[in-house]
């Protein structure tokens, strides 16, 4: 082996055992997959004891594993030279970096960029519910390796945090308080930033054993998602590739959705409402399916002439209609602005409660049908998964 690899690889041991490792990138990829540009390695605490935190760079996703540090210095030494050409080492003492070439290499030894290494595990102050320096954020792209939020995904940082403080508060108030263990799904999870922070908080900061489920119709995210958790050690968290409508859900105490598109908000209330969840909690986006079937009775046709007061007439009465569907059905519901539209102008968010009665659905029925009467509205896609499901299980209630 070159003397200047052989260095490189003696700090990256040094620095992995006596702590001043801060991060590793390796570089200049010439191996046989199109798509891998670099792999950015990290020491992380897990369940399993300290570990190298692999993430490979992609062009289009990125791929996380983990390995014991012997492997993963094992697995390193067997890359340098063979698939990655160049190698930058940060630690708290100095920042190498190693250049291989065909006949020779050089490695330069410089100041330290980073004077100390980022926390190995997380490092909680109560109020702190999602910690930055989780992984998995790393991962998803939300922050950087020292667990700074990039400036493009403030805004979905927000949210998460925003949504998991409300999770926590409405757990509080709830039966489901003093839960040794907690079912939840979250419905639509796309990359699945919320799905790990719920789960980070509720087992990692309450320490409940936690089952999780993200539902996903893309594979590809689906995919990705999974390879995370597995990385992250998250072993109750798990994503599975499928529809909602298609999804078979059957004990749930917590059942969210975070812009689930148009009617597939519909879809996971409907799960829900079928499961009977203690809990759902859902944000709704692009209300498509009321807006052409609203036809503005007289007196307001002047004012629904305007596209955009159109637009919040069928949002307001769209989630109005969820909203008193959950009511006939048992819950009691709130619907509440959940974050600034500064942050998502989709900021509604629909929280129902399963009550221990069901309720008389006389009173209900008959507000739904004067709302949709007054705006000339015929379908309403809960209305019709519920009435559909009445008819084919004999009642959900
Ligand atoms: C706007 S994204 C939101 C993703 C995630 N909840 C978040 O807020 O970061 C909506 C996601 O829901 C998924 N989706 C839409 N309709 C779906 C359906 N019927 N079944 C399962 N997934 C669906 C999409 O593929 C997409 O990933």
Redesign the pocket.
């Known amino acids: 082996m070159l003397e200047s690899v052989e260095k490189f690889l003696n700090e990256l041991s040094a620095s992995a055992k006596n702590g001043s490792l801060v991060k590793l990138t390796l570089g200049n990829y010439k191996g046989a997959d199109k798509q891998l540009q670099k792999i950015n390695i990290r020491l992380i605490k897990t369940s399993k004891g300290i570990r190298l935190f692999f993430l490979y760079r992609h062009d289009a996703r990125d791929i996380a594993k983990n390995y014991s540090i012997s492997d993963g210095q094992v697995l390193i030494k067997k890359m340098l030279g063979r698939e990655f050409f160049s190698g930058h080492l940060f630690t708290t003492k100095n920042d190498l970096h190693l250049d291989i070439g065909r006949k020779s290499s050089r490695l330069n030894v410089g100041k330290p960029t980073f004077k100390t290494a980022p926390p190995l595990e997380h490092d909680r102050k109560k109020e702190k519910l999602i910690d930055p320096h989780g992984v998995y954020l790393n991962a998803l792209g939300i922050t950087n390796t020292n667990g700074e939020v990039g400036s493009q995904q403030q805004h ?1 940082w927000r ?2 945090n925003k949504y998991v403080q409300i999770l926590a508060d409405l757990v509080d108030q709830s039966d489901l308080k003093d839960r040794a263990s907690l079912t939840i799904v ?10 790990f922070a719920a789960y980070d908080y509720f087992k990692n900061v309450r320490g409940i054993d936690v089952k999780m489920t993200g ?4 594979s590809d ?1 689906a995919g990705i998602s999974n390879d995370v958790a597995r990385a992250s050690e998250f072993d109750g968290l798990e994503f599975v590739e ?6 078979v859900l059957k004990d749930v105490n917590i059942l969210i ?8 908000t519909d ?1 996971a209330l409907f799960a829900g409402i079928r499961a009977n969840a203690d809990l759902i909690v859902a ?1 709704p ?1 692009c209300h498509k399916e009321i807006r052409p079937q609203i036809t503005p009775p007289p007196m307001f046709k002047g004012i629904l002439k305007h596209g955009v007061m159109l637009e919040r007439v069928a949002e307001t009465v769209t989630d109005g209609l969820r909203s008193l569907l959950l009511e006939r059905e048992g819950y009691a519901t709130r619907l509440f602005e959940f974050i600034s539209v500064e942050h998502t102008p989709k900021n509604n968010m629909l929280v129902g409660t399963r009550l221990k009665k069901s309720s008389d659905s006389a009173p209900f029925d008959r507000q739904i049908a004067e709302v949709k009467d007054f705006y000339g509205i015929h379908e309403h896609h809960l209305e019709k998964l519920l009435k559909a499901g009445i008819e084919t299980t004999d009642g959900l209630r």
């Open positions: 979905k949210q998460i979250d419905m639509g999870s796309g990359k699945g930033y919320l799905t539902v996903e119709a893309r995210l499928a529809t909602i409508d298609s999804f959705a975070l812009h689930a598109c148009d009617t597939a879809d944000a986006c």
